[in-house]
């Protein structure tokens, strides 16, 4: 099973005021930051804009909870090297992490029957949304394993 980490980071004002230098910055912090970790599978970004507010949502995935708990484990190692933990603390003068979850599903496009359009009618709309309740009722019932995070966790463990 893939599991999917998901952060929410709203933008400073220091990176509305510095838009190019942000973005040519994630671009060279994501080469460094994921380089030689191997367990992940996949990163993705996703931008959304509101009124005076800049939301990114990034989805990091792997392979299973040992997946997850190998990054765990190799993010604690590089934490303890200072210029690396100095390095990645640069991300708090762009964004701050407001929002962190485990999925056990990629985001999945969810088809609904037309206005008017009974079951059954319209194609395959209404079997995809079937497929996707059953689905999400399916993972729903799904236990937290030992490598979920409660949210209360710090995703860098120290030894201090």
């Known amino acids: 099973m893939t599991l999917y980490l998901v952060y929410g980071f709203e933008t400073t004002d220091h990176t509305h005021t510095n838009m190019a230098a942000f973005w040519s910055w994630m671009a060279d912090r994501n080469l460094w930051f994921y380089s030689g970790l191997d367990m992940v599978l996949d990163t993705s970004w996703r931008v959304e804009t509101q009124p005076g507010r800049l939301l990114i949502h990034h989805e990091v995935a792997f392979v299973g ?3 997850l708990a190998d990054y765990r484990a190799a ?4 934490g303890r090297d200072r210029a690396w933990e100095e390095r990645r603390c640069e991300q708090d003068r762009w964004y701050r992490i ?3 979850s485990l999925h056990t599903s990629p985001p999945v ?6 206005c008017g359009q009974a ?14 309740v059953s689905e999400s009722e399916r993972l729903s019932s799904l ?7 409660d949210g209360s966790e710090n995703t860098i463990e120290s030894d201090a």
Do not use: C, Y
Not at 75 to 78: K, N, P
Not at 109 to 114: A, C, G, H, K, S
Not at 119 to 132: K, L, N, S, Y
């Open 65 to 67: 909870e040992s997946g």
């Open 143 to 149: 236990r937290n394993g030992s490598a979920f995070m």
């Open 109 to 114: 496009p969810m088809v609904l029957p037309r």
């Open 98 to 100: 407001v929002s962190r």
């Open 75 to 78: 993010l604690a190692v590089r």
């Open 119 to 132: 079951p059954g009618r319209g194609g395959d709309a209404w079997g995809t949304f079937q497929r996707v």
